[in-house]
């Protein structure tokens, strides 16, 4: 069984610019949290996604948006990219509400 | 809002000795503490989780302790081993969400 794939694993971007990174999750796991990972902030919840629908958003700004399509492949766009949102963004998927979320491996995104 | 605290940030143990790591959340709903330990270079994995209906799991050399009243819960590793060495997170979740909130982790050493 294939776990959970992002992409790209590693990207670099230039302040201002945009972003989008792809999460595929288990199959039949309906769904996909996401996540930012710094060494400054530890685990931050950016949102979650079930059947299409966005649940739960973070305290995060209008600039971090995401998406879930029918196949329950979900994608993250980060808009006027600043230095700060350099981190490694996880994605995890699950087959239900209190039950073990499986995490990619993520995508390292670096800002200059 | 909700937090979750963790404690020790970092911790050292000899090869064969136990290791404890210590959360208190804040949200008096959650219901669901899983732990997860991450490697360099990987995306955090589940090594044991507890429902708030149960107050101690065990499995192997792992073990979670849970204390609702105290909003309390904990996580043992016995007879540690160098494969140990990692970044370990506690989170909780409430009912009926997919959204996790993490401890800021403990950096786990097992020297030889």
């Known amino acids: 069984k294939a776990g959970v794939t992002q992409t790209p694993r590693y990207l670099i971007k230039t302040r201002g610019q945009q972003v989008t990174l792809s999460c595929s999750p288990i199959s039949g796991h309906r769904s996909v949290s996401w996540y930012q990972q710094t060494p400054g902030q530890g685990l931050q919840f950016l949102f979650e996604y079930f059947s299409e629908t966005q649940r739960n958003k973070g305290n995060f700004p209008g600039r971090f948006s995401g998406r879930q399509f029918s196949n329950s492949r979900s994608e993250m766009n980060v808009s006027t990219l600043e230095l700060g949102d350099s981190a490694l963004y996880l994605c995890a998927s699950s087959l239900g509400s209190n039950t073990e979320a499986f995490f990619g491996q993520g995508t390292r995104l670096t800002v200059v | 809002g909700e937090n979750v605290e963790q404690h020790p940030s970092t911790l050292s143990v000899q090869e064969g000795d136990s290791a404890v790591i210590k959360c208190t959340y804040s949200?008096?709903?959650?219901?669901?503490f899983p732990w997860y330990k991450q490697e360099l270079g990987k995306g955090p994995q589940l090594i044991i989780d507890?429902?708030?209906?149960?107050g101690e799991k065990k499995d192997q050399r792992i073990a979670v302790t849970l204390n609702k009243t105290a909003k309390h819960f904990s996580l043992h590793i016995t007879e540690t081993q160098p494969e140990d060495s990692a970044v370990y997170f506690c989170a909780a979740s409430g009912p009926g969400t997919y959204k996790y909130i993490f401890g800021t982790g403990t950096r786990l050493k097992v020297l030889a």
């Open positions: 507890i429902r708030s209906n149960v």
């Open positions: 949200d008096s709903a959650s219901n669901y």
